[in-house]
Nanobody, 125 residues
Framework: QVQLVESGGGLVQAGGSLRLSCAAS????????MGWFRQAPGQEREFVAA????????YYADSVKGRFTISRDNAKNAVYLQMNSLKPEDTAVYYC??????????????????WGQGTQVTVSS
């Protein structure tokens, strides 16, 4: 089992920045690709970003590319999502997730094994 706890959400004005954190405990953190997803009210949960086990490779949804940066600190068992130039359409609950499979980055939520409880991000216009 892997336990994931997100933090860092909040209310921010459009154009502002937030940094989300996800703390992991349980099994070996470096066994997992880590991802961020988000879910807006009335919408499906969607992929945001993913990072490889050693942090060398990343992958982003087109909607956040160039604005968001995913990173991880394996010594601290943590993954981060730096969000800049935020837009009202970024408003959602943000979840971190762990994927134990190997190969290409997975962007479907059912391919991730463990999930946090989510943190709310609200961007006002």
């Amino acid at each position: 089992q892997v336990q994931l706890v997100e933090s860092g959400g909040g209310l921010v004005q459009a154009g502002g920045s937030l940094r989300l954190s996800c703390a992991a405990s349980g099994r070996t953190f470096t066994n997992y690709v880590m991802g961020w997803f988000r879910q807006a009210p009335g919408q499906e949960r969607e992929f945001v970003a993913a990072i490889s086990r050693n942090g060398a490779s990343t992958y982003y949804a087109d909607s956040v590319k160039g604005r968001f940066t995913i990173s991880r600190d394996n010594a601290k068992n943590a993954v981060y999502l730096q969000m800049n130039s935020l837009k009202p359409e970024d408003t959602a609950v943000y979840y971190c997730a762990a994927d134990r499979t190997y190969g290409n980055f997975n962007i479907q939520q059912n391919q991730y094994d463990y999930w946090g409880q989510g943190t709310q991000v609200t961007v006002s216009s």
